[in-house]
Nanobody, 124 residues
Framework: QVQLVESGGGLVQAGGSLRLSCAAS????????MVWFRQAPGKEREYVAG????????QYADSVKGRFTISRDNAKNTVYLQMNSLKPEDTAGYYC?????????????????WGQGTQVTVSS
């Protein structure tokens, strides 16, 4: 059973940056594709970015492409989301998730393990 714990959220002004972290335990981290989703109040949870087990492949939602960067450190069992040029519409709870061999599926049903989320609020 994999446990995931996110951190790094907070309040930032538009145009600013934040770096989210997701620490994993309880499994072989390098077996899992890792993803970030986000959910704003009253909206569906949406795919943000994903990274393969090796870190060699990544995928991004069009809304964050060029502004966000996903990375991972398998030695530290941690995946990161560097968020730059933040916009008020990026305000949401951000969740990391894991699945064996999958990082490109954009539907949440494919991911077995989820963290509790970390809140990101971008003020205008």
């Amino acid at each position: 059973q994999v446990q995931l714990v996110e951190s790094g959220g907070g309040l930032v002004q538009a145009g600013g940056s934040l770096r989210l972290s997701c620490a994993a335990s309880g499994g072989i981290f390098s077996n899992y594709g890792m993803v970030w989703f986000r959910q704003a109040p009253g909206k569906e949870r949406e795919y943000v970015a994903g990274i393969s087990w090796s870190g060699g492949s990544t995928q991004y939602a069009d809304s964050v492409k060029g502004r966000f960067t996903i990375s991972r450190d398998n030695a530290k069992n941690t995946v990161y989301l560097q968020m730059n040029s933040l916009k008020p519409e990026d305000t949401a709870g951000y969740y990391c998730a894991a699945a064996r061999g999958s990082y490109y599926w954009t539907d949440r049903k494919y991911y077995n393990y989820w963290g509790q989320g970390t809140q990101v609020t971008v003020s205008s």
